[in-house]
């Protein structure tokens, strides 16, 4: 059970410490690269101009064992809404009936509003 954790960092360093894993041993489980954990542990998360990429940490979430919320708020990234299957389905749905234009106007939209919710 996460109580605090200030950082991604002390969050790799919690994980190691209660799991006995070596960084290589998480890598391995998460499917990350040592390197990319590593620089991560030291604090230099620049893995791009934002950050880690919400993929990687949802990676490195089920690889160690916890919560996409608690890496992402470890990360400081907004911690993405869960979304039953369902609902996945019906936007997949509408937006494979939407031409090729207005699926190039959804996505510009849908990456305003995620560059909002990182600021």
């Given amino acids: 059970m996460l109580l605090h954790v200030d950082d991604l960092a002390e969050l790799i360093e919690r994980v190691m410490r209660e799991k006995d894993w070596t960084l290589s041993t998480l890598a391995r489980r998460s499917g990350i690269s040592t390197s990319t954990l590593h620089s991560w542990k030291s604090g230099d998360r620049a893995t791009g101009s934002r950050g880690p990429s919400p993929a990687l940490l949802r990676k490195f979430a089920d690889g160690a064992g916890l919560t996409v ?42 990456q305003a509003m995620a560059e909002r919710q990182r600021s």
């Fill in 69 to 110: 919320a608690e890496v992402f708020e470890a990360a400081g990234r907004h911690v993405p809404a869960a979304m039953d299957d369902e609902t996945e389905r019906r936007f997949l749905h509408m937006l494979r009936a939407l031409s090729d234009d207005d699926r190039k106007v959804v996505e510009a939209t849908m």
